[in-house]
């Protein structure tokens, strides 16, 4: 069955860095956009950037220039290289994948940034 298992959150400083890993299984990686989603308490989901299967990638406004997604189909991972942290980017990171018509989201790794 399709599995999403998320790692690499933790803490950061104002303007550190971190990169989160979505580790893919139980379907064809290669032929599917990716997403990642973050949810900050008391706020709804937001979708923060995603990649095609031809690697085309977009991003929120508010991540644009510090967050860069990539992904690599050997590894059936995607990433979510986070530059320039701020305390406003302090959430629950999900990766998220549409297919088939179904919604599937992995467990969602915590990001905190805060001095």
């Known amino acids: 069955q399709v599995q999403l298992v998320e790692s690499g959150g933790g803490l950061a400083q104002p303007g550190g860095s971190l990169r989160l890993s979505c580790a893919a299984s139980?379907?064809?990686?290669?032929?599917?956009?990716m997403s990642w989603v973050r949810q900050a308490p008391g706020k709804q989901r937001e979708l923060v950037a995603f990649?095609?299967?031809?690697?085309?990638?977009g991003y929120a406004d508010s991540v644009k220039g510090r967050f860069a997604i990539s992904r690599d189909n050997a590894k059936k991972t995607a990433y979510l290289q986070m530059n320039g942290l701020k305390p406003e980017d302090t959430a629950v990171y999900y990766c998220?994948?549409?297919?088939?018509?179904?919604?599937?989201w992995g467990q969602g790794t915590q990001v905190t940034v805060s001095s």
């Open positions: 990649i095609t299967s031809g690697d085309s990638t």
């Open positions: 139980g379907f064809t990686f290669s032929s599917y956009y």
């Open positions: 998220h994948l549409r297919r088939l018509g179904d919604e599937y």
